[in-house]
DNA sequence: CACCCTGCCGGAACCGGTTCCAGATTCGTC
DNA sequence: GACGAATCTGGAACCGGTTCCGGCAGGGTG
């Protein structure tokens, strides 16, 4: 392995001027300068990244901090963070710390201690009040996506007013019984997204003097936990609402492959709604508002990096786009 | 931002003692060890990691390559890696190389050559003969999922003997018009795997003196690719095989919905057999062949950290572990 | 001609650890 | 009591870069 004392030599130069005609800072010759690259290719030259950390303080990684990689959302994420970040020279080190597990103490106190990051993008991270100063004792730059985190930037949606735009969808359609399946009371869930979604259905349905439903399913919200669910929620044909509000796609997705698998018809015994713009929801010709992590992802990275380079201000709080897609799980309900 | 020297003048004792003492390595007294111990927690001694690698030359850091995160196998196997990479004291950088991307270079050229890590797992990498040597070059452990690479370490399965089997199951209940639902050939895609299933099924067919039928979906592979796909191989009726073998469950899920959609019934009319146990699996009530990618995941980083920490021998190829499921998406066909 | 400024370069300190080596002390053994 | 080995410690070199500072040459100005 050759070092940058062996490029100089080859140059015949010195160790600093080596490093300051490739690096690009200070006075350099023109000659010179070339001369130093010719020599740095001809040893196939590849800097020590330690060398350089340990020198300049800082590390060209960043930490990607996320609860879960195998869900659509979060592996969106992560596919986005990754694909804009290794362009621009960094490196992503990645971190799954299920909320509530025990993961949780030592990310903050061994993985974040170490630094060995120029900053960090927190996905859906919930710390408590020790936890965030922590978080701030660490003095880098944070990004959040997902969850206001006090004195971080935040990338987020407006959950309330998206769940209460998907539930009017409904109302307006028709109906005025429709339960909102969401998830069950925490202890350990990722419970913050969910619970302002439920409050834009409750305000919804208050608006137009309807009555509250509530269903749940396992916190994981995945699509076969909800299907589990809702095969058993469905069956009293009775209580069973004629309207869905699902708290993410893959809810709605469990949901809906739950009603077909029991010979209730999608649409028209049972409309669906989703959040998400999941990539099955076309398949399912899902009505849902769509987001889009991905983007989010490079949005968040963008604004960190900013942050890190000093290139300009970042906003407290940004809005994530979304979209209402209306498909086919939705329509009247039969008795209108 | 306190230093060793800090802690070591806190101790009262010279920076190479308070290393000693930190690190375990040489000779060091109770006695001292344990104030320096204290004078460490009291400051809130963290090691600088890029001074760290800088003295030892090792990173603790190790990167896993794969060519996607959002789908359920690679996710899985992330997951499996990182459960178990972080409390050895390891962290995780990811490095997302699309096959037939123009990542693949920079890969190599980039972000491999600055060897900011200790080794490599790299799943379904499908490295060209130069890629394979520079490879080598690098000098750090490598261990392989999914794809053989010479002279690394590769964690896998016996794809041909798998898909012998399950297209074995299709046959034994009587079968005899069956198909593989596999990727278009590729050019740009990750068809290592597919390839492999495709000759078990041919050869298990040709055994049997069986005709082979071969329907295509995209090389993404995804549910809904292959739905979007099925839908229109599945379209005439005189053409259709009484029995799909699909590549993975993936496409063998977006089938049956498919399936399912055009009023072909599953598994009278039409028998899919998947293969990988997939977390939706069982709820389409699929026969499969599953395999466990977080245990892979697992194993992989066994095996590597065992290499880089020179304790033992690793094998040359380890075959994963697997299981025929025979659930209900599997029926003797209706002429039977 | 003296002076200063600018462009360019080299020497050396420094980032924060680990490790080699030599010296000092203690201990056991003959 | 002498000697060698084992235990303990500190000093200094080193990992491989970056950066501060000072020196030197050449050109412009008064």
């Known amino acids: 392995m050759s070092g940058i004392a062996d490029v100089a030599r080859l140059a015949g130069v010195s160790k600093s001027t080596a490093s300051r005609a490739l690096t690009g800072g200070g006075y350099v010759s023109d000659g010179t300068r070339r001369r130093v690259a010719d020599a740095a290719a001809s040893l196939g030259y590849v800097p020590s990244t330690s060398a350089v950390s340990l020198a300049t303080g800082r590390t060209r990684t960043i930490a990607l901090i996320v609860p879960k990689v195998n869900r659509w959302y979060f592996g969106s994420i992560v596919e986005g963070v990754e694909?804009?970040?290794?362009?621009?020279?960094?490196?992503?080190?990645?971190?799954?710390?299920?909320?509530?597990?025990?993961?949780?103490?030592?990310?903050?106190?061994?993985?974040?201690?170490r630094k060995r990051f120029d900053g960090i993008i927190a996905v859906a991270?919930?710390?408590?009040?020790?936890d965030l100063e922590r978080l701030a004792n660490i003095g880098k730059p944070v990004v959040s996506i997902g969850n206001a985190l006090s004195g971080v930037p935040t990338l987020g949606l407006d959950n309330i007013a998206i769940t209460r735009i998907i539930t009017q969808h409904l109302i307006?359609?028709?109906h005025?019984?429709?339960?909102f399946v969401g998830s069950t009371p925490p202890t350990d869930a990722p419970a913050k997204d969910v619970d302002e979604r439920s409050i834009g259905y409750r305000n919804a349905m208050n608006d137009n003097?309807?009555?509250?439903?509530?269903?749940?399913?396992p916190s994981t919200l995945t699509i076969t936990d909800a299907y589990a669910a809702?095969?058993?929620?469905?069956?009293d044909a009775a209580s069973r609402p004629t309207g869905v509000v699902a708290a993410c796609d893959e809810v709605a997705i469990?949901?809906?492959?739950?009603?077909?698998?029991?010979g209730i018809s999608v649409p028209?015994?049972?409309?669906?709604?989703?959040?998400?713009?999941?990539?099955?929801?076309?398949?399912?010709?899902?009505t849902t508002i769509e987001q889009f992590p991905q983007a989010q992802g490079i949005e968040a990275t963008r604004m960190l990096v900013r942050m890190i380079e000093g290139a300009g201000e970042v906003p407290r709080r940004t809005e994530a786009d979304t979209r209402l897609v209306v498909r086919s799980t939705t329509a009247p309900p039969r008795s209108a």
Chains 1, 2 share one sequence.
């Open 83 to 113: 694909r804009t970040l290794i362009p621009l020279g960094y490196d992503v080190t990645l971190y799954v710390a299920e909320p509530g597990s025990r993961d949780r103490e030592s990310l903050y106190s061994t993985y974040l201690a």
């Open 125 to 130: 991270l919930e710390p408590d009040d020790a």
């Open 172 to 174: 307006a359609l028709g």
């Open 176 to 179: 005025t019984d429709i339960a």
């Open 209 to 217: 003097g309807l009555a509250v439903r509530i269903r749940n399913v």
């Open 230 to 235: 809702a095969a058993s929620f469905l069956a």
């Open 254 to 262: 469990g949901v809906i492959i739950a009603a077909r698998r029991m």
């Open 268 to 286: 028209t015994e049972l409309s669906v709604v989703g959040i998400d713009g999941h990539d099955y929801a076309e398949m399912f010709s899902l």
